[in-house]
């Protein structure tokens, strides 16, 4: 099983300041089956990215994800109040993980 | 629009069971892959099972194998997910989701439903 490893755990940033989110797999994952997913308090999850680095339908741009191999990571440019959240990566290459997520929260 | 609605959900005895549904809109449901993935409450997402578009392949975590079955009645624009030998760590919300086929594999998860929950408990 591919153990994806979120970091860091919590993220406290402030509006307007850039996020950095990693996502490390175990074994090499193909860009092709990468996601990212947002999720806020008492909601379903949000497909933000897939592919890596493509943008899902109605993805502001300042989400971008990049990567390849073990190592992707999620940057939103510059934070906006709706942007606080947990999110979480996703493998879909071989069966199905998740990463444990990270915390963005005001700072 | 895509709707997806859970339903089901409840309080079980440990090594009871239960069925959840999930009734789809707003997409030709037949061609798309179905999962349903869970979150124990305060925890992470947990991938449970997934279901092809005919329904003639089926997927499961490995830790759902033999006590979970996927399954789905096109005609009706429903997902089924029946839980047997459930114990306490099966606690969690369930979430339907519409899955996007990716070369072959079940991949990520474009729609979501607001999810059910399932109390394993005395």
């Known amino acids: 099983e591919i153990v994806l490893t979120q970091s860091p755990g919590t993220l406290s940033l402030s509006p307007g300041e850039r996020a950095t989110l990693s996502c490390r797999a175990s074994q090499s994952v193909s860009s092709t089956y990468l996601a990212w997913y947002q999720q806020k308090p008492g909601q379903a999850p949000r497909l933000l990215i897939y592919?890596?680095?493509s943008r899902a339908t109605g993805i502001p741009d300042r989400f971008s994800g990049s990567g390849s191999g073990t190592d992707f990571t999620l940057t939103i440019s510059r934070l906006e109040p709706e942007d606080f959240a947990v999110y979480y990566c996703q493998q879909y290459g071989s069966s199905q993980t998740f990463g444990q997520g990270t915390k963005v929260e005001i700072k | 629009e895509v709707q997806l609605l859970e339903s089901g959900g409840g309080l079980v005895q440990p090594g009871g069971s239960l069925r959840l549904s999930c009734a789809a809109s707003g997409f030709t449901f037949s061609s798309y892959a179905m999962s349903w993935v869970r979150q124990a409450p305060g925890k992470g997402l947990e991938w449970v099972s997934g279901i092809s578009g005919s329904g003639g392949s089926t997927y499961y975590a490995d830790s759902m194998k033999g006590r979970f079955t996927i399954s789905r009645d096109n005609s009706k624009n429903a997902l089924y997910l029946q839980m047997n030998s459930l114990r306490a760590e099966d606690t969690a919300v369930y979430y339907c989701a519409k899955a996007v086929w990716v070369r072959g594999v079940i991949g990520y998860f474009d729609y979501w439903g607001q999810g059910t929950l399932v109390t394993v408990s005395s």
């Open positions: 592919g890596a680095s």
